[in-house]
T-cell receptor, first 110, second 113 residues
């Protein structure tokens, strides 16, 4: 089975902090994604990557950056956390068809 | 703009009934569709997929129907069980060789025992 692991289930950070969310997949997938999920808005794509060191902006990249130094790992970075970034963050990977998701990280910025 | 959306935000059914969850899409170039189930506190879980060259695909207790003429997708769950209670999302890959899934807002399925 595909396994996508996010480093934290719950995080609480202060406004202005730099926040790192880590994601690792074990299926040698080329593609990795970061989404955020908010009530009533579904899943919105923040960034994605189709190869090591490659990244592309999704629909809502503002306030975020990403890093993919190794194929199995895709990190989401909040450069200066703000309260409107309080959300559920979901990482996924795929080989080109269905994406498989991690368990999510619920981030609260206070 | 182009989007994937759902007709009903909440669907309540009795245990043992069949459930039908609907999804409309507007991107005629989309060539691959997926249904996900998301239980409370968990990430979305793959249920079933269908390519645009098919109109029906069956899994265990689930069937996905695709009507490209009206750009409509549905998920049918037979003999719905309490464990089926979750939010269901349809997603489409944006077509033209794109592998990026775009999600609808989701439908909450509530199964009453």
């Amino acid at each position: 089975d595909v396994k996508v692991t996010q480093s934290s289930r719950y995080l609480v950070k202060r406004t202005g902090e730099k926040v790192f969310l880590e994601c690792v997949q074990d299926m040698d997938h080329e593609n990795m994604f970061w989404y955020r999920q908010d009530p009533g808005l579904g899943l919105r794509l923040i960034y994605f990557s189709y190869d090591v060191k490659m990244k592309e902006k999704g629909d809502i990249p503002e306030g975020y950056s990403v890093s993919r130094e190794k194929k199995e790992r895709f990190s989401l970075i909040l450069e200066s956390a703000s309260t409107n970034q309080t959300s559920m963050y979901l990482c996924a990977s795929s080989s080109g068809l269905a994406a498989f998701f991690g368990q999510g990280t619920r981030l609260t910025v206070v | 703009g182009e989007s994937v959306g759902l007709h009903l935000p909440t669907l309540s059914v009795q245990e043992g009934d069949n459930s039908i969850i609907n999804c409309a899409y507007s991107n005629s170039a989309s060539d691959y569709f997926i249904w996900y189930k998301q239980e409370s506190g968990k990430g979305p879980q793959f249920i079933i997929d269908i390519r645009s060259n098919m109109d029906k695909r069956q899994g265990q207790r689930v069937t996905v129907l695709l009507n490209k003429t009206v750009k409509h997708l549905s998920l049918q769950i037979a003999a719905t069980q309490p464990g089926d209670s979750a939010v269901y999302f349809c997603a489409e890959n944006r077509g033209g060789g794109s592998y990026i899934p775009t999600f609808g807002r989701g439908t909450s399925l509530i199964v009453h025992p």
